[in-house]
């Protein structure tokens, strides 16, 4: 391939994907929102015990449906990615009945396990008999919740990314809101948070399958394809899934173990008040999740074509564009974790500020690496490395937990969390670099982090003399951000690929008038 056709596929790709954040920003942003409406809502209304033990439900929920799936539908996002790259639509229809009858078994077996063990997770591990019924209510909805997912990677496979957003971002937690709001009013009280859930799970279901019956029906109905064939494509297709399983409950417990060892050494409150850092520090994650569900089958059809410079200019494109956007929410975490937390929790919660300000360094560099590095190696193949790193690093933050938790509380939880975060995210570089020869960063990122001091020097200045109340921070934060992108305009930190991305925007927005 010739410079200047790399350049076309750099820019095609690049348009690509921020058409897609476009629509994956009003829908992550509607995401956000109606997410922290219902976590509100649970934390406030129903207080930090119940609040710990809706957190530590969805967590024992969480390992059981990914065991269930068996990796199938991140599996099914990569074939289908790679098949339609090929027009070879027999093989998509192929894998996709395999999953569909093979999840029927796993899922249905999962729910029945997740049920009878109820009792013994929640009164022996957890000494908490009132998780019972939250349990054996979640189990019930295990298969649902795994097809819906294998639905959702289809749409996402096929390009559809509007359709994804709403079903992956809006819908389900919209769905929740609603049903949580309607259900307090009609007087319920614990349950109303189990069945508001529960209703943004089946709602996910009925309309992700709806999507793929009208909006993708080439992979239904009859097919013909070669028996050797179809029986190697479905074992190419479950030796590279079932590693994922692994990867994804790793990633679980990676990220929950710190909840299950304060369940377990402390109590459901203090589970409560250590959810509410994690889920703020969470706001981090919009950014790579605008770029990645393109990012993924986009370098994955590149890979089939062996274009590797392609992948290396849009994986540091992609990144400085997380790095601009995730920076100004790390330092407003940094520097007001106590007035961000009373803002959206209230002071019942300021106990989770010193948490909230260690888990956000690692938050910053997780958010910043982990999404772009693993679809990386996972696009090239490597599951069973990225299983590998998942062990290690959960390994290391169990043995780090077991040992800060119990001395430190949730401090210890906090700095064993964000310490290995960077410690994986360094390791997840250098495999990708030496996979792809990509490396995540731009030197321009180091201008945008000088140009980012000069704000933090007139937030430190307003911070004395400013008395920090909820309409304050949020007057400050907004002077903060014009502050932080006019220096980014001013200063050179943007370069060609930006403004043919912003004049791609413009020419969007505009076309009209």
Known sequence: MDEHHENEEVNRGLKLIIKSSIVVLIGLTLSKLFTYV????LARYFGPEIYGMFSLAIMILGW???IAAFGLARGVLRFVSLYRGKKEIAKIKNILRFSLIFLSFSTVFAAIMMYVSADFIAVKIFHTPELIIFLKVFSLFIPFYVFSRVFASIIRAYEKIGWYSFVSNILINFAKVFALILFVLMGFKTNAIIWSYAAGIMSVFIVAYLICRYKVPEIFGPYIINQK????????????SWPIMFFSLMTSIFYEIDSFI???????????????????VGVMGIAPELFMQLFFPLITKEFSNRNFIVIRELTKQVSKWIFIIILPIFLLLILFPEAIVNLLFGPGYIIAQEPLRIIAVGGLIAALVIPITTNIISMAGKSKLLLLNLILASLFNLILGLLLIPKYGLIGAALSTSFVNVMMSIGLITQTYSLTKAFPFRRKMLRIFSVS??????????????PINNLSLIL????????????????????????????SIKKKIFKHK
Not at 265 to 273: A, K, L
Not at 453 to 466: D, G
Not at 497 to 503: A, G, M, P, Q, V
């Open 453 to 466: 001091l000069i704000p933090i020097f007139i937030l430190f200045y307003l911070k004395e003399i400013v």
């Open 64 to 66: 059981f449906t990914v």
């Open 476 to 503: 400050i934060g907004i002077l903060f951000l014009l502050i932080y992108l006019i220096l980014i305009f001013a200063t050179g930190c943007l370069d060609k690929n930006d403004f043919l991305i912003l004049r």
């Open 229 to 240: 064939i179809k029986k190697e494509e479905i074992k190419k297709f479950f030796s590279y």
């Open 38 to 41: 219902y976590k509100v809502i």
């Open 262 to 280: 304060i369940g377990y050494f402390m109590d459901v409150s203090s589970v409560g008040f250590y959810n509410v850092a994690i889920t703020i």
